[in-house]
């Protein structure tokens, strides 16, 4: 079963129609920033589009590079702030196979601090091995076909 791409049934849709409650930290003409319901560690915010976008390819590069801006400063906050914040991840899942649950493009930022219990989970012996030069090279040459 395809996952529901509409913004009918989009929660984050909902959020910016007022249809469900948000605690809301920064709303301007491109974006709303909020805090994430089910947090990674308390702090962990959402930079959300207002205009629906179910992919990172549909959202307009003006919109993208507010976004990152928004996540420095988001940072510069949290590390200011009296949550536990020893480090800050930024994380934007694309599609299903990535891990995105809603499909509205929206940044995670969520503070980390050592022992906090979360991570990526790779195979070893399959994730993070080093790559041979020829192929870096190849694979660089196809991308830069494609830009």
Do not use: W
Request: glycine share 8%.
């Amino acid at each position: 079963m395809q996952p529901d791409k509409s913004p009918k049934n989009c929660p984050f849709c909902k959020i910016r129609e007022g249809k469900l409650p948000a605690s809301l930290l920064h709303e301007d003409e491109l974006v709303l920033v909020i805090v994430d319901l089910s947090p990674i560690n308390e702090g962990h915010l959402l930079i959300i589009p207002k205009i629906h976008a179910s992919g990172m390819a549909d959202v307009d590069p003006d919109t993208l590079a507010h976004m990152m801006r928004l996540a420095q400063r988001m940072n510069a906050a949290l590390r200011k702030s009296s949550y536990k914040c020893e480090g800050v991840n930024l994380f934007l899942a694309d599609g299903e196979a990535a891990g995105q649950e809603v499909f509205h493009c929206h940044l995670h930022v969520y503070p980390r601090f050592k022992g906090d219990g979360f991570g990526f989970r790779s195979v070893k012996g399959k994730h993070f091995v080093q790559a041979e030069r020829a192929r870096m090279d190849a694979v660089a040459q196809e991308l830069q076909g494609l830009l």
